[in-house]
């Protein structure tokens, strides 16, 4: 302190001291950081469930409610595919003979129903997870004299949009291409929409909700 009653530090001796004086840091249960398994993420306990669009009623499992965090969305219904499938209800004779890809298929519930009236569908998703539920919906919907998972017109493929070698692995199945391009709730870039369209040799148009 100066004759003026001003307090003069020294910033060298006080960091000094600053830095003797300090005690080192007790880790507490709040700074540990856990990692998450993949698995904690996923809820395989799927509910058969009964849905009705006009005449037509579907069975098939799915859940009521899923984390949306690790790209599981596909494992439920969501709103955009119920209006979808009101509207391909009350549209049958449009679909009538016709052949039909699902982008984003979820658990299937568009394509299945599909099935009723369609010649061939094929349900895409990209995810694992989300392709099995479909497989074992469309299980659930193959007649028992079905020896194989394609016979009754209805098949699952995997479809990572820009995926080409995965698009033309699809081609090869089924070289005729599409009537029709079907989507609900599904975010997708232009610049991977239109190259399907050309790929999958549409014949009428995409719809989409």
Not at 90 to 114: A, H, P, Y
Not at 160 to 175: R, S, Y
Request: glycine share 6%; proline share 3%.
């Amino acid at each position: 302190m100066n004759q003026n009653g001003v307090v003069i530090l020294n910033m060298e001796e006080s960091v000094n001291k600053v830095v003797q004086n300090e005690q080192p840091r007790v880790s507490t249960d709040d700074d540990e950081i856990v990692c998450l398994d993949a698995s904690f993420f996923m809820n395989d306990n799927y509910q058969l469930t009964e849905f009705t669009f006009g005449s037509q009623h579907i069975q098939l499992f799915c859940l009521h409610s899923a984390s949306t965090d690790f790209d599981l969305t596909g494992q439920l219904v969501w709103p955009g595919a119920m209006l979808l499938n009101d509207y391909l209800s009350k549209n049958l004779d449009m679909f009538q003979g016709c052949t039909v890809i699902e982008l984003g298929s979820g658990v299937g519930i568009t394509g299945i129903l599909c099935r009723k009236f369609c010649n061939k569908v094929v349900l895409t998703d990209h995810n694992e997870e989300v392709l099995k539920i479909i497989n074992k919906n469309i299980e659930l919907h193959s007649c028992p004299e079905d020896v194989s998972p394609t016979s009754h017109g209805l098949v699952a493929e995997k479809l990572e949009w820009g995926n080409t070698d995965q698009v033309h692995e699809i081609l090869q199945k089924h070289p005729g291409g599409f009537d029709f391009v079907l989507g609900a709730d599904i975010y997708i870039l232009i610049m991977y929409l239109i190259p399907l369209l050309s790929y999958f040799r549409t014949k009428h148009k995409c719809l989409k909700i």
